[in-house]
């Protein structure tokens, strides 16, 4: 069975500085997808950012970046330029390559940022 | 588009009462799914929908049963709730290899 692993429970950061968040994750399969989801207080899950496995290249999108490594089973978040809007609960996701619904998620990282 | 919908957004029920957790999308999407949320811990599957008439089990289904009658609606039945069933609960859709689309929750008490 595949499992998601968040060893951070909490972490912060100033605002402008950058921030990395951990992700291992255990499979055996080698097409799947890796999501990071952030959660504000409203809860509502907001897609951050999404990686196919079989991509070498790492996803960005805007200040957010990603730091995959395939063979280490490692997907590590990147913000920069840390804003006061990131603070939130960030969730790391897995989600099997074959057409399923069904989302594994890690236990969550609190992030705080400091003006 | 009004995406993900989920009805109500907050509910108290009393031990053994039975409730129904709306959820609707209107982006045509044939997945959906319902996940809960306990504190200090990820969403775990409870059930899932690959199109109309087709549901599955997830992870941790027992005391919850689900239907689906149309592409739109996937209600989420608690035919007699527990004290462990205190959760927030979302609902999610998608269609294809893309990503889920979650609606914004529901709150759900037992006393």
């Known amino acids: 069975a595949q499992t998601v692993t968040q060893s951070q429970p909490e972490m912060s950061v100033q605002e402008a500085e950058t921030v990395t968040l951990s992700c291992t994750y255990d499979?055996?399969?080698?097409?799947?997808?890796l999501f990071w989801y952030k959660q504000p207080p409203s809860r509502q899950m907001i897609l951050v950012i999404r990686q196919e496995a079989y991509k070498q290249q790492n996803a960005t999108e805007n200040r957010f970046s990603v730091n995959f490594q395939k063979a280490a089973k490692s997907f590590s978040l990147k913000i920069s330029d840390s804003q006061l809007g990131d603070a939130a609960m960030y969730f790391c996701a897995y989600r099997s390559g074959r057409f399923t619904d069904k989302l594994i998620f890690g236990t969550g990282t609190r992030l705080q940022v400091f003006p | 588009n009004a995406g993900v919908t989920q009805t109500p957004k907050f509910q108290v029920l009393k031990t053994g009462q039975s409730m129904t957790l709306q959820c609707a999308q209107d982006m045509n999407h044939e997945y959906m799914s319902w996940y809960r949320q306990d504190p200090g811990m990820g969403l775990r599957l409870i059930h899932y929908s690959v199109g109309a008439g087709i549901t599955d089990q997830g992870e941790v289904p027992n005391g919850y049963n689900v239907s689906r009658s149309t592409t739109e609606d996937f209600p989420l039945r608690l035919l007699s709730a527990a004290p462990s069933q205190t959760s927030v609960y979302f609902c999610?859709?998608?269609?294809?290899?893309?990503?889920?689309?979650f609606g914004p929750g529901t709150r759900l008490l037992v006393l």
């Open positions: 999610a859709s998608k269609t294809g290899h893309e990503t889920q689309y």
């Open positions: 499979t055996s399969e080698s097409d799947y997808y």
